[in-house]
């Protein structure tokens, strides 16, 4: 069975910074990209960043390029976001989520993710 599990979320002060963290487990996920997406209240679901399977291409919403990053660590399966400079408009239940074609390039569309998590909450709030 394919799960994602999220962790990290949380409420921190606006400018502070959160790391989000989702490990895999039942497939393999080595070889696909991944990525995170956020759901705000009374919002769709947006995409945030995506990275391709080696690690060698990211992804990136405009809203958080520059102050998120996302990282992959395939040993151990997992995927990081790491989340800095978080202004109020970043609360959201994050979500990651993973592509399961082989060698796939990263998409944008939450359509195109097969595997999702349960969601962590970012608050981000003084």
């Known amino acids: 069975q394919v799960q994602l599990v999220e962790s990290g979320g949380g409420l921190v002060q606006p400018g502070g910074s959160l790391r989000l963290s989702c490990a895999a487990s039942?497939?393999?996920?080595?070889?696909?990209?991944m990525g995170w997406f956020r759901q705000a209240p009374r919002k769709e679901r947006e995409f945030v960043a995506g990275?391709?399977?080696?690690?060698?291409?990211?992804l990136y919403a405009d809203s958080v390029k520059g102050r998120f990053t996302i990282s992959r660590d395939n040993a151990k399966i997992t995927v990081n976001l790491q989340m800095d400079s978080l202004k109020p408009e970043d609360t959201a239940v994050y979500y990651c989520?993973?592509?399961?074609?082989?060698?796939?390039?990263?998409?944008?569309?939450?359509?195109?993710?097969?595997?999702w998590g349960q969601g962590t909450q970012v608050t981000v709030s003084s």
């Open positions: 990275i391709n399977w080696s690690g060698g291409m990211t």
């Open positions: 039942g497939r393999t996920f080595n070889n696909y990209p």
């Open positions: 989520a993973a592509d399961r074609r082989f060698h796939g390039l990263v998409k944008v569309t939450q359509g195109d993710y097969d595997y």
